[in-house]
């Protein structure tokens, strides 16, 4: 895949932090239907499709960011 050994793999740091909330006694509920798909489908567009999975990675982290700063300001 062309994003592999980019420096944007998050799954052991995530994997860390879900430990570390177990640790602190925290449920951490399984993955469901909806994230799952999400995920399959990010992975598949990834792969297959690496134009688009950049314009929605962008535009997603785009609005978080943006979005987040808006909301600050108020």
Avoid: V
């Amino acid at each position: 895949s062309e994003f592999k050994d980019t420096g944007l793999e998050r799954s052991e740091n995530l994997a860390k932090d879900l430990e570390w909330f177990r640790s602190q006694g925290h449920t951490i509920p399984e993955p469901s239907g909806p994230g799952t798909t999400y995920a399959a489908y990010l992975e598949e567009i990834s792969e297959n499709d690496p134009q688009s999975f950049i314009c929605h990675f962008y535009n997603t982290y785009f609005a978080h960011s943006a979005g987040g700063r808006m909301i600050g300001r108020k």
